[in-house]
């Protein structure tokens, strides 16, 4: 097997292509990629840092948005205890690219933002901190269009501390 | 040391349901120590879940989120097997990550 014969040079050109190839998706994963990856997401610092509900979804989507029944909030009536209330989202909105949590009565609304691509599905369950008996709001953004729901939780002990 | 991430990672026809269980104190820095001192913001600002190179998942957190944060979310596409990647970063700039399998 010669390098130069006219039948041979394609494939072995393809195989080593091939090689290539799977090295570079096998970077893919390493530490290169989640810097990639952190980049495409930045962390929105300044959404997190506003204290009402209405300034960080301005911060967070810059428009407001409508109540809708397309949106499911489960959270409890009563949280014994505000340190650890789970909180489940989903919606049975189309094209859902993102959901956020906000909790009106802490010191900064905004608890959690969750990015949704295509092919996740448009529901969620978490854990979060409540300071006191307020409202949970969800905010689900679907198709360009922000849509949300409103539960007020009971809060026996508080979970912010201090 | 053991990791700090904990996955279970279920694919159930073409959904596959992932729960992600993280040890980390989450200091929302407004609570006080024993002495009275406020203890600094120490959280998880993200979270990303990959599934055969690309993120099924991407979490934003503040300090409202509870300590030893645990999220449950599916997506389509996943089948058992396959590697998930989990990895977190937090306002100190501290990291975890963890591949675990589909089951």
Same mark, same amino acid.
């Given at each position: 097997m010669s390098i130069d014969h006219p039948?041979? !040079?394609?494939? +072995? +050109?393809? $195989?080593?292509?091939?090689i290539v190839t799977v090295m570079l998706i096998g970077l893919g994963n390493?530490?290169? +990629?989640?810097?990639l990856a952190a980049a495409n997401d930045p962390y929105p610092?300044?959404? %997190? +840092?506003?204290?009402? *509900? !209405?300034? !960080?979804?301005r911060a967070l989507y810059g428009r407001t948005a409508a109540p809708s029944d397309q949106v499911k909030l489960d959270a409890p009536e009563i949280a014994e205890n505000g340190a650890v209330v789970p909180i489940a989202v989903s919606a049975t909105l189309a094209d859902v690219t993102s959901i956020a949590l906000l909790v009106s009565g802490n010191p900064n609304a905004l608890a959690a933002s969750y990015r949704i691509p295509a092919g996740t599905l448009p529901s969620v369950a978490n854990r979060l901190k409540m300071q006191q008996t307020c409202n949970v709001t969800a905010i689900v953004e679907a198709g360009g269009q922000l849509y949300s729901a409103?539960? *007020? $939780?009971k $809060?026996? $002990?508080?979970g912010c501390g201090g | 040391m053991a990791s700090s991430i904990r996955v279970r990672a279920i694919a159930s026809g073409d959904t596959t349901e992932v729960q992600a269980l993280i040890q980390h104190p989450m200091d929302s820095g407004f609570v006080k120590d024993e002495q009275g001192r406020l203890i600094p913001p120490h959280f998880i600002q993200q979270l990303h879940v990959e599934h055969d190179g690309k993120d099924v998942f991407v !979490?934003?957190?503040g300090p409202a989120v509870a300590k030893d944060p645990y999220v449950? %979310?599916? %997506?389509?596409?996943?089948?058992?097997?396959?590697?998930l990647r989990v990895s977190w970063i937090d306002?100190?700039?501290a990291t975890d990550q963890l591949a675990a399998k589909i089951q």
């Open positions: 039948g041979l !040079a394609p494939t +072995r +050109r393809l $195989v080593l292509q091939g390493g530490p290169w +990629r989640q810097a610092e300044d959404a %997190f +840092r506003q204290k009402s *509900e !209405a300034d !960080a979804i409103t539960k *007020e $939780v $809060v026996t $002990v508080g | !979490a934003s957190w449950k %979310f599916s %997506f389509k596409g996943g089948s058992k097997g396959d590697e306002n100190q700039g």
